[in-house]
């Protein structure tokens, strides 16, 4: 017997948008730099990978929001 097909896993994937963003600081130098970023910062979920088979389906999804702090030296 056949499972019912389950559409929201369906082998398409609906359009989505990203908004990624930094800002940052180098000293005049050029040997210190300081950078605020931040990724995925409307927390969109969306599927990267689809590894289809005819028993299987497996889906991997984006990372979520991320924020953070970079800091660079030049010696």
């Known amino acids: 017997t056949q499972g019912v097909r389950d559409t929201k896993l369906d082998d398409q994937v609906a359009r989505y ?23 995925n910062l ?4 969306y599927v990267t990978t689809i590894n289809s088979s005819p028993d299987l389906q497996r889906r991997f999804f984006n990372a979520p929001r991320q924020l953070g702090l970079r800091l660079s030296v030049s010696l």
């Not at 948008?17 to 990724?39: I, M, Q």
């Open 42 to 45: 409307t927390n969109t979920t």
């Open 17 to 39: 948008s990203v908004l990624n963003a930094s800002a940052g600081y180098t000293r005049p130098d050029g040997k210190l730099r300081l950078e605020l970023f931040g990724t």
